[in-house]
Structure formats: C-alpha cells, structure tokens
C-alpha cells in the first residue's frame, strides 16, 4: 500500500498542484462571498436535494429519482438567477483584484492632499453628529457608482464641510438621499441606493443604515452614515458596519484606508464592530 501511494506522488505533475491549488483559491474565494448571505442556505438546501437524488437512486426509487434528476436539470437555470447578486459581487472581487489594480479615487499621494479632502468630511460629519442630523455619504474607490450617481442630482462640486452640512438639512430636497463622493468632487445629492437583503442586523438600523450596508455589498464603496435619532457615527465597508465610531477613529480610518495601510484599517473596523450594539 506505501509503495502504491509512492507511484501514485510520483505520477503528479507540476501542473496538477498548479490545477489542484486554482480549484482550491476558487472555492475559498466562493465560500467568503457566499459565507452569512442566504445563498449560504440555499447552497446548503443544493447539498441535501443532491444527497436526496442519490440515495433515491441507490434505494431504486425510480419515480422520486426521475422527478429529482429533472429538478436538477431545471435548478441549474434557477441557481444562476438565484445566486446572481452573489455572481456579480464575485466578479467585481475579481476585477478589484491586485491584477486590475487602479486606484480611481484621484487624490495624490501626498498625504498633505488626503487629509485636506477627507478632513472636509470628517468637519461635516462631526457637525451632522452633534445637531442629529442624519447624513449617509457615500465615498466611491475602485467600483464605479454612475448607476446611483443617475438616482440623484447631479453637482460635480468640489468637496466642502458646509456644503455636505446643508445638503442634509432636514426639509431641504436633497436631504433625504445619499451624497455620493468621487475624488474631490461632490457627485451627486438625493441618490438612491440599494437596501440590503441581509436578515442578521440589529432591528435598531434604519434605512440609512441597510442603504449603506447595501451599496457596499454590491461595491467597494465606503459609507458613513449618521444618525438622525441619536448622532450615531457608522461605517460601512464590504457589507459589514462598524457603529459608535468617535469622529477621531473615523478620520482615522478613512486615511488609512486611503494611504493602502489595509491591515491598520482592518483592526479599526475590528474595534468597531466590538464595540458595536
């Protein structure tokens, strides 16, 4: 039996550990985008309907097996559109990767410069959180937001606190959309998002909150959104919101984010959500 498994390593080839690790990287990779969405149940719900095809077949249930085997063939077609949010947020991991790499948020690399344009941000949500007004801004990166950017009104004006300060105004008309933010420059006003589908959030997130979290499960997009109940400064990043965050963790967070310091950012958003309700 040793001597067998000894042929059998000796018969691998350089391109099967190359096939062997692919598949692996694209099931792992399948398995972050679908992990705490419902395609995980629904994946789940696929695994038992195939063990259930397969043990009518052993069993020679020959009727339950023809209705299985054709509800199989039907749920290919079902599972494409059942997935295709989870397809489409696969694809767009694929093309942020390291590989198509651009940066589209246009600032320099002069930290001078990020700090100017975030700290006008950072000024306007700090006022929004004291007056309880409620805000979400929306900062675009590598996804493209023209989609929503179409929802609102247009501005492409260049990025001040007072201008963020009166667009969120309560009763004004562009109060209760999304600002949508691209490099420098203030987009769009009143803009639509997606909500999300997600079942396991706090019952105290409002529609602010799921609009957030939505765009940025369909996108890399960062969101920060301010509570008009109780000032409350969020952020929301790859579909996950970290609450409570003081406008010193924000600034923070933002920059770092921005100077590609990934890991610091990451243990930020940790602390968020550790200390989130």
Not at 28 to 39: C, D, E, G, L, P
Not at 247 to 276: C, D, Q, Y
Request: charged residues 25%; aromatic residues 6%.
């Amino acid at each position: 039996m040793f001597n067998d498994l000894i042929d059998i390593i000796k018969t691998i080839r350089i391109n099967d550990i190359v096939d062997i690790a692919i598949i692996a990287y694209v099931m792992y990779k399948f398995i972050i985008v679908i992990r705490k969405t419902r395609a995980e149940q629904l994946l789940k719900g696929l695994v038992v309907l195939i063990v259930v095809t397969k043990l009518s077949e052993w069993l020679q249930l020959r009727t339950v097996n023809y209705l299985l085997k054709n509800a199989m063939t039907v749920g290919v077609i079902a599972l494409l559109i059942v997935f295709q949010p989870e397809l489409r947020r696969a694809l767009e991991s694929l093309g942020r990767s390291e590989f198509f790499r651009k940066n589209f948020f246009i600032i320099n690399d002069d930290m001078k410069d990020i700090k100017e344009v975030l700290g006008e941000v950072c000024d306007a949500v700090q006022f929004l959180s004291r007056s309880k007004i409620g805000a979400l801004i929306v900062i675009e990166r590598k996804t493209g937001l023209n989609e929503f950017i179409e929802t609102g009104i247009f501005m492409d004006s260049k990025i001040s606190s007072e201008l963020l300060i009166n667009t969120f105004i309560p009763n004004t008309p562009l109060h209760d959309g999304a600002v949508i933010i691209r490099g420098d420059r203030i987009m769009a006003a009143g803009c639509f998002l997606p909500l999300t589908d997600s079942q396991n959030l706090s019952t105290e997130l409002g529609t602010r909150h799921r609009a957030a979290i939505g765009v940025t499960e369909v996108s890399d997009a960062l969101a920060i959104i301010v509570s008009e109940e109780t000032g409350t400064i969020s952020l929301a990043q790859n579909g996950r919101i970290s609450r409570h965050l003081d406008i010193k963790t924000l600034r923070e967070v933002l920059i770092s984010m921005f100077k590609a310091k990934e890991n610091k950012a990451a243990s930020w958003l940790k602390w968020g959500n550790k200390h989130a309700d």
